[in-house]
């Protein structure tokens, strides 16, 4: 978003902050001539920004005449591919992944399950994402190759949305809850084990959280030492349907 200031240097005028009134000078002639509150350049005739009464506090921009959080800034600045945020410049969750090189089989499992734009671009978004020796070992429990799981495309693509939760839910969020909803649609379980002031996280009473709090600029990551299964079917779902917490259901309602 754009601040009346930058609106106003861009229409080659000159801003006076103290009044939070913009001044051009035009040589620009527009016919008809503009109407009050507009301004005349060489795209004609556009609106003056929209000032805010009173002006906004130090850290704080003024959009269409509303104050808003202004933007995070990062000095030196953020490389490509990166975004400036409050937590400085960070990739976004892939990048952060791939960054890490232990996450290989789930990256290649999102992009078999053409996820990989999404978990990218998308967001925010919550991950708990398993290590390669997480994902081996669930290979091994399933009987299954890679290349077996990512044949069953519907399959993998349930199992990769049951490890994403809409939002940024920090570690200090994720011990208060029981149970989060997942971006596949079911539950998983929430709880904690071990003494008191040293927990550890554990999901669906099986999987463990092994570190907490990866920052990425379209969300957090969670690592854990497993993979989660979404609840199963049985029979298994229509075509069309969706298995969520262990019932089918129709589109309409996933």
Same mark, same amino acid.
């Not at 000078?25 to 527009?30: A, G, P, Q, Y």
């Not at 190759?145 to 069953?152: H, I, K, P, S």
């Not at 002031?197 to 600029?217: F, K």
């Given at each position: ?9 861009d ?10 009134t ?6 620009t002639?527009?016919?008809? +001539? ?10 004609g005739?556009v609106a ?6 009173p ?17 995070p ?17 960070l ?5 952060v992944?791939t +960054? ?20 990218a671009?998308?967001?925010p ?9 997480a ?8 009987d ?13 693509t ?23 909803t ?8 929430i ?8 927990e ?17 600029s ?16 049985d ?14 259901t129709?589109p309409?309602?996933?």
């Amino acid at each position: 978003q754009s601040d009346p200031q930058s609106e106003c240097e861009d229409q080659g005028g000159t801003w006076n902050a103290e009044d939070q009134t913009c001044t051009v000078t035009s040589t620009t002639n527009c016919d008809p +001539a503009c109407a009050d509150g507009e301004t005349c350049t060489d795209g004609g005739c556009v609106a003056n920004p929209v000032a805010c009464e009173p002006a906004c506090a130090d850290g704080e921009v003024c959009n269409e005449g509303t104050c808003e959080a202004a933007p995070p800034t990062c000095d030196p600045a953020c490389a490509d591919g990166e975004t400036c945020t409050e937590n400085g410049c960070l990739g976004n969750i892939a990048a952060v992944a791939t +960054a890490a090189g232990s996450f290989t089989s789930l990256l290649a499992a999102l992009t078999a399950a053409d996820l990989a734009g999404t978990i990218a671009d998308e967001g925010p978004f919550t991950v708990f994402a398993p290590t390669d020796d997480a994902f081996a070992a669930a290979l091994t429990a399933l009987d299954v190759t890679f290349d077996d799981l990512a044949a069953d495309k519907a399959y993998l693509t349930d199992i990769l949305l049951y490890h994403v939760v809409s939002g940024t839910v920090p570690a200090a969020d994720v011990v208060g809850l029981t149970s989060a909803t997942t971006v596949q649609g079911s539950k998983i379980t929430i709880s904690l084990t071990g003494d008191a002031g040293s927990e550890t996280v554990l999901l669906n009473d099986t999987v463990n959280v092994t570190a907490t709090d990866v920052m990425a600029s379209n969300g957090i990551i969670h690592i854990i030492d497993g993979v989660l299964l979404p609840p199963a079917c049985d029979p298994a779902c229509a075509d069309g349907q969706g298995c969520i917490d262990g019932t089918c259901t129709d589109p309409a309602s996933n």
